[in-house]
């Protein structure tokens, strides 16, 4: 049986996300409960902590599934923490594929 989960987590900007994903590389953790917070040392029976950062389709695959409101607030808060410089929003402004079932 396979024991590990998954959790998708939406960082305010690249910098904090690739900071999180270089923290988790180099500084191996492991859960010894679902409610531990602060980790123990990864062995046979508790596995490492892994972290992915999402880009290009996989990313475009997540975006898609988001409701276009927290799409818009997400685009906003990405603007506002970036000044407007550089952040590629053609991929969230883009109106969901997926119709709701009424």
Partial sequence: ???SSKCFLRIRSPKEASA??????TNLLAQATGLDADGVAPSALKKP???????????ELYWEKVPEKTRRQ???NALKL?????VPTENLSQPSKRRRKD
């Fill in 1 to 3: 049986m396979d024991m």
């Fill in 20 to 25: 999180l994903v270089e923290h988790f590389r």
């Fill in 49 to 59: 902590i892994v972290i992915e950062l999402v880009e290009g389709k996989k990313e």
């Fill in 74 to 76: 997400a685009i906003q």
């Fill in 82 to 86: 970036s000044g407007d410089a550089g």
